[in-house]
């Protein structure tokens, strides 16, 4: 059995598709409407893994801070493949603009990683 895709909520669909296309090397499938509820959404696919949904209603309520712990889904790791390519995402990303909650380090359970927020307040991992 294997995770076949995660689903997100966010604000601004085409921003934070444009965000893992960009950074993470995603690549968008086709765009996906229904009127009856109101409801966007992309399918993200890597090059391997898992796919990722990103899905947008204008109806449904936003976290206060999610930059913040909380139940529910905390992060997601994106392996990167080497600690080079962490620390470079992780430079790409503070020059863009975007927090960087976790600088590059060795976890204690032997990770090599860091931390970000995707536009929509995420917690990314960028691992190994």
């Not at 899905?55 to 936003?62: A, I, R, S, T």
């Not at 503070?94 to 995707?118: C, F, M, Q």
């Amino acid at each position: 059995m294997k995770i076949e895709h995660l689903a997100i909520w966010v604000k601004d669909l085409e921003k934070t598709c444009n965000y893992y296309e960009f950074f993470f090397n995603a690549k968008r499938g086709e765009a996906y409407y229904n009127p009856n509820k109101n409801f966007r959404s992309y399918f993200l696919s890597f090059d391997k893994g898992a796919r990722l949904e990103l899905m947008h209603n204008p109806e449904v309520l936003q976290l206060v801070n999610p930059a913040k712990e909380r139940i529910g889904l905390v992060h997601f790791a994106i392996s990167v493949g080497s600690r080079e390519k962490v620390n470079a995402i992780t430079e790409q990303l503070r020059n863009a603009g975007y927090k960087i909650v976790g600088e590059p380090r060795t976890t204690g359970d032997g990770y090599y990683e860091s931390v970000t927020l995707d536009p929509e307040g995420n917690r990314i991992e960028i691992t190994v």
